[in-house]
């Protein structure tokens, strides 16, 4: 008997096998829709079929034929399979099983998976999740906004031992943008565990209070003035940024035959993006609302842009 994960088809499952003399089952879940404790039950499910078959007088060689043979798709669960009592399921694995449904092309899923990583699981692991109340959710807080001594990483910190601690350095404290994304990752486990009935209810999360800050925006001198300081490749890309206000992906997707400077209102045509991804290099994908859009443009910015059109040909 055992349950291990595997992958089969290019998925990742649990595999769930049973060996009882001449007889062996083996069933596959997807490990992105099913705990290991759904596994568990599973084989203590295939368990008390065999039973219930050595019971009624059922012989090995009679049950071989239906069950000796190896499945090649993933097998959905028994319909009395349930969920594990909520004791036995831990923080950490349920973290996993959250972290496998968000969607990794999304510009916050690696900042999920370093607040789970790096702050959650060192903090409740192997706690079970009914067991988190809000005193922990508090410790949480206070753990974040406290420093661990560690020093600067910089080299003049490592050149004199005796320099005093910075802010800037790893293990805290955190500002309180960093402090309430980690609380809202958390959250968000915990609402998931308790649609899956593994928890009663949410405790109650206080979030920190963050100062608010106006944007800080170039004036039209300050705009010209960079413009006039970048080299010569780079000043109608910096105009086409200011006077639109595309993000830095949709700038370096930008192709010509999204640009319609034809008729009386000019316009650019915003569909993808790009970002930079540390597995798969820069990944193309929709702009930011998952909708294309169209940008106006201004009378001078359409003329720069004729101009550059017709001088590459």
């Not at 109650?204 to 004036?219: G, M, S, Y």
Request: one cysteine or more; charged letters at 30%.
């Amino acid at each position: 008997m055992s349950v291990t994960p595997v992958v089969k088809n290019g998925k990742s499952c649990w595999q769930v096998q049973v060996i009882r003399g001449a007889t062996r089952i083996r069933r596959f879940l997807d490990r992105k829709k099913f705990l290991r404790q759904d596994a568990l039950a599973l084989e203590r499910e295939i368990l008390n079929d065999l039973d219930t078959q050595q019971r009624d007088g059922a012989t090995a060689t009679t049950t071989t034929p239906t069950r000796s043979t190896t499945s090649t798709t993933t097998a959905p669960p028994p319909t009395s399979v349930v969920l594990p009592e909520p004791a036995l399921v831990t923080f950490a694995d349920f973290a996993e099983r959250y972290l496998a449904l968000q969607d990794p092309q999304k510009s916050d899923y690696t900042n999920k998976v370093r607040n789970v990583r790096l702050h959650l699981v060192p903090l409740f692991g192997q706690a079970p999740l009914a067991a988190i109340t809000r005193q922990h959710v508090d410790d949480l807080r206070v753990r974040l906004r406290t420093p661990h001594g560690e020093r600067a990483t910089s080299r003049r910190a490592r050149c004199r031992p005796d320099a005093p601690l910075t802010r800037r350095r790893k293990g805290g404290p955190k500002s309180p943008k960093t402090i309430n994304n980690v609380l809202a990752t958390l959250r968000a486990i915990l609402h998931l565990a308790c649609d899956y009935d593994l928890i009663l209810k949410v405790p109650r999360i206080l979030f920190e209070r963050e100062a608010h800050k106006d944007p800080d925006f170039l004036d039209f001198d300050e705009a010209e003035a960079l413009i006039g300081a970048a080299p010569p490749e780079w000043k109608l890309v910096l105009r086409t940024a200011i006077r639109t206000g595309l993000r830095r992906g949709e700038l370096l997707e930008l192709r010509w035959r999204d640009v319609h400077l034809e008729g009386p209102s000019p316009y650019l045509r915003v569909s993808r993006s790009t970002r930079e991804d540390r597995g798969a290099g820069r990944v193309i994908k929709e702009p930011k609302g998952r909708r294309a859009r169209s940008v106006p443009l201004t009378a001078a910015l359409a003329a720069d842009l004729r101009r550059m059109r017709w001088m590459s040909g």
